[in-house]
């Protein structure tokens, strides 16, 4: 899977945000924030194919959690983007 | 779900940044200076690149710098541009026709979008709004204790 064309993540005011860079018009009063794991693992795998395996042992290098924790949190992060469109299998 | 509150200042920059892109950009109206039609945290705004603007036009305008306003143009002189909020009745801004950063070509109010270049009734709202300058402080006081049911705190007391 991969993230769709079109998303982008942008730093503004201090605040991770996803926007459809793609369309016409760009939408600032429904946007999506990412806390700073999440940000972190959006660049990870931005533009690439990736698995949930990709992201667990990207948190894991970067983050000190155990990897059960690590691949909870990255299909819960996964699930939620998956569900607002974000991702392409 | 949470709502983003992002400082002004900070924010409409990369709004112009992405209108100067080519980007149409919506965003939420703050503020009350757009009485009556626009409101202020449930109206949207639509902004665009304007390759000239015109009296009458409804402006995102860096007045100084990071200090942004959404207010029609009331006067163009040369170079330099006088706004004038539909909410206001004294207060003018001054700033170059170079300040002006984008052009409101849609409003989303209450769930419907208004086309500024093609909607009668947004052209026949700013003809007369425009002209009502003498009686707008009491139109807007009438608006809000009649329409938005606020009551002025002198008059609670009574």
Known sequence: ?89 | MQTLNLNNAEFLPHVCEFVNEGHKVTILARGNSMRPFIESDRDEVVLTRATQYNVGDVVLAEIQPGHYVLHRIDRIQNEHVVLRGDGNVGNTESCSINDLRAVVCQIKRKGKVWDLQTSKVWKCYSYIWTRTIPLRRLLLALYRLLWLGQIPDRMKRL
């Open chain 1, 1 to 89: 899977m991969r993230i769709k064309n079109g998303f982008e993540l942008r730093t503004i005011c201090r605040e991770n945000i996803v926007i459809s860079h793609g369309v016409d018009n760009i939408n600032f009063t429904k946007v999506i924030s990412l806390n700073q794991s999440a940000a972190y693992l959006w660049r990870k795998i931005f533009k690439k194919e990736f698995t949930i395996d990709d992201m667990v042992i990207a948190l894991c290098d970067e983050y000190e959690v155990d990897e059960v924790t690590a691949r909870q949190d990255c299909a819960n992060l996964l699930n939620q983007w998956i569900e607002v469109g974000f991702i392409e299998e």
